[in-house]
């Protein structure tokens, strides 16, 4: 009967804090996101794996924040053990939002209203490599002549004498991380430590969340799966927000990565070690490999890598052979990784799936993982005892899962609970769907002139005040170099490598223009009038690889293959572009969809119309203009005209 008090209790708290609490400061109620906190809520309760498909503008932040507090306080009433919440997501700015802004106001409104006696507080967690060991830090400043050391590298050197997170220290050299970051296996003695003083800490009881990113997540249920002293704390019950990159994630922790950034600063690390002939060797060795890593993959295969690994995989056998014994431990680790990648990508294993992705810079990162990671991740994260929610914008199709649970090796456990939240926004009134009747036929010898023109027609017609998602860099420097023969009467942007000081000129030039590809497909926000006109060109089906054939291999027909795979995974990808158009209640967007497979009756139109919200579909330019004059405000074309 107590459980029973308890459970109602804290379904009750729910509605207390959004019905009434939250309201007084000036947050409005929405029955979606209510709804949502009591699912996640009853997902942790009964020790479930809720799968909560969260639409754009619902809160979910705020939902399992409040649900992770209800079941603390339920745990708490009906005297368990008290251990905290396991919050996880890939975005750093989310990491910090969620500590040092949402729960500090959760926080003061239940220490207000009376409910907690304590505050609310977390702590985001990090591999040893981002904090400093004290030590080294002095070992390190020891050996500096810092009167001829850059200024602002030696002052971010001495800052750390008073943070450990090494993260904060703007302008610190990769050079100096490495050598004064916490090593691997740390054998500190001092009393003082003050990483050792930090994970005491974390581990005292005062930060019921505890946030962290995926791949700490991962390697935190990788040690514990193979009887490795676990990362991280006993969590009472994981969320895992932005759930739809936990896959991707996991396929870079149980395989092999290599970009251009591990080569530098390999290199940098032999020439900072004084061992310069060694680092002019693989210097050398390695040009022809770094100039194909530096371009976007595209669409091209795996093996137009293979040939340039050649060379620095012979450079590396030298210079690990001649130069084990007399290197610091940390480029020693750094020269094996680099070593043992190379020669994996270059001489293959049969037990791999070897691809390509694009890294962090706009280049090419090559991968090999192993092939069945849905056992892993069932062998090591969901055999954990504990409850899960995993929530995103983008993890089902309509209410269809079946995707993201293959993927996450979800798809037979008995635990899981689905749910979709729909978005508040109005779609209806504040969206319109833009399919050409007669699109530009990518077969065509003239298709990027076609394409340019329907798509400075279009610009035409909003004034500007556009994004254009390309899936290929390719496509997106073909329409770049023909949009100004076509009349373009607006500031046109282009997202490379420097993708934030772009999309701050962006913002910052009313009725532009951004040209991009790659990662702003998400996690790039344009709210207000920014962002008026959403161009997709091509729907974003993904470029055949081999772990798409591998795979194939697990469907009787390439038909089935299609429908089960390619075609969900394009709707997700789909939904993530969409997402750039409309950020808030207020936002008024026209999406445009050029590609003619999506046209009316053609091949995927009712695939692309079940991705997307429900909203007025209309093949005229002449609608569109007259959308956005009816929606826009007079400021919005006088920024137009400026």
């Known amino acids: 009967m107590n459980y029973d008090n308890n459970r109602h209790n804290a379904h009750n708290e729910i509605d207390h804090?959004?019905?009434?609490?939250?309201?007084?400061?000036?947050?409005?109620?929405?029955?979606?996101q209510v709804?949502?906190?009591?699912?996640?809520?009853?997902?942790?309760?009964?020790?479930?794996?809720?799968?909560?498909?969260?639409?754009?503008?619902?809160?979910?932040?705020?939902?399992?924040?409040?649900?992770?507090?209800?079941?603390?306080?339920?745990?708490?009433?009906?005297?368990?053990?008290?251990?905290?919440?396991?919050?996880?997501?890939?975005?750093?700015?989310?990491?910090?939002?969620?500590?040092?802004?949402?729960?500090?106001?959760?926080?003061?409104?239940?220490?207000?209203?009376?409910?907690i006696a304590q505050p609310l507080r977390a702590v985001i967690r990090k591999g040893k490599s981002h904090y400093v060991c004290d030590a080294r830090l002095e070992q390190r400043l020891g050996q500096l002549d810092l009167q001829k050391k850059n200024w602002k590298a030696g002052a971010a050197l001495l800052s750390l004498r008073g943070q450990l997170d090494m993260d904060e220290a703007t302008h610190l050299s990769g050079y100096d991380r490495e050598r004064v970051c916490v090593p691997r296996i740390c054998d500190c003695s001092q009393e003082t430590c003050r990483y050792r003083s930090f994970l005491e800490k974390c581990d005292s009881g005062q930060y019921p969340f505890q946030i962290c990113n995926h791949n700490l997540l991962l390697a935190d249920a990788i040690h514990r799966g193979s009887g490795r002293r676990p990362i991280l704390p006993d969590a009472c019950a994981l969320i895992v927000d932005e759930a739809h990159k936990l896959p991707e994630t996991a396929r870079q922790m149980f395989g092999v990565t290599l970009t251009v950034e591990d080569i530098r600063t390999l290199t940098h690390s032999l020439r900072g070690e004084r061992f310069l002939l060694a680092a002019e060797i693989l210097n050398d060795s390695a040009a022809p490999l770094l100039r194909k890593l530096n371009r976007p993959p595209e669409d091209r295969p795996f093996g137009h890598y293979a040939k340039s690994l050649a060379a620095p995989e012979r450079s590396l056998t030298v210079i690990e052979r001649q130069l084990h014994g007399l290197l610091t431990p940390a480029t020693r680790r750094r020269l094996k990784n680099v070593s043992s990648a190379v020669s994996l990508f270059h001489q293959g294993h049969p037990d791999m799936v070897f691809y390509t992705e694009e890294d962090t810079h706009g280049g090419t990162m090559l991968c090999a993982t192993i092939a069945d990671l849905t056992a892993q991740l069932r062998q090591t994260l969901w055999r954990q005892d504990r409850p899960a929610i995993l929530t995103s914008a983008t993890l089902a199709v309509g209410e269809d899962f079946r995707r993201f649970k293959e993927e996450t090796g979800l798809l037979t456990d008995s635990r899981v609970m689905e749910s979709v939240a729909a978005s508040p926004f109005d779609y209806r009134r504040n969206c319109l769907l833009y399919l050409p009747q007669i699109p530009p036929k990518q077969g065509d010898a003239t298709y990027y002139d076609d394409l340019a023109k329907e798509i400075a027609a279009l610009l035409d017609a909003t004034q500007g005040h556009a994004l254009v998602l390309f899936t290929s860099y390719a496509a997106m420097s073909a329409v770049k170099e023909r949009l100004p023969g076509c009349g373009l009467r607006y500031p046109l942007f282009t997202m490379g490598r420097s993708a934030i000081h772009t999309t701050e000129q962006f913002k910052a030039s009313p009725g532009s223009v951004l040209l991009a590809a790659g990662a702003a497909w998400e996690g790039f926000d344009f709210p207000g009038d920014c962002v008026s006109l959403l161009i997709i060109p091509r729907l974003p089906f993904a470029v055949p690889d081999a772990l798409k054939e591998k795979e194939r291999e697990n469907h009787p027909t390439l038909r089935l293959f299609i429908r089960a795979v390619v075609v969900p995974e394009m709707q997700i990808k789909l939904k993530q572009g969409f997402g750039r158009a409309i950020r808030t209640e207020t936002d008024t967007c026209v999406v445009a969809i050029l590609d003619e497979r999506a046209a009316k009756e053609n091949r995927y139109s009712k695939d692309v119309l079940a991705a997307l919200p429900e909203m007025p579909v209309t093949g005229s330019l002449e609608d569109v203009a007259r959308f956005i004059r009816q929606v826009k405000g007079p400021d919005y074309f006088r920024e137009a005209s400026a």
Request: proline share 5%; charged share 20%; aromatic share 6%.
């Open 35 to 115: 709804a949502l906190c009591h699912r996640m809520l009853d997902a942790m309760l009964e020790g479930g794996i809720a799968l909560c498909d969260a639409g754009t503008g619902i809160g979910k932040t705020y939902a399992y924040l409040v649900a992770g507090t209800a079941y603390s306080r339920f745990r708490a009433a009906c005297g368990l053990e008290p251990k905290p919440i396991l919050v996880s997501t890939s975005s750093i700015a989310l990491q910090t939002a969620a500590r040092d802004e949402y729960l500090p106001l959760l926080s003061n409104v239940l220490t207000e209203d009376g409910m």
């Open 17 to 32: 804090i959004f019905q009434n609490l939250l309201p007084a400061r000036n947050m409005a109620e929405r029955p979606e």
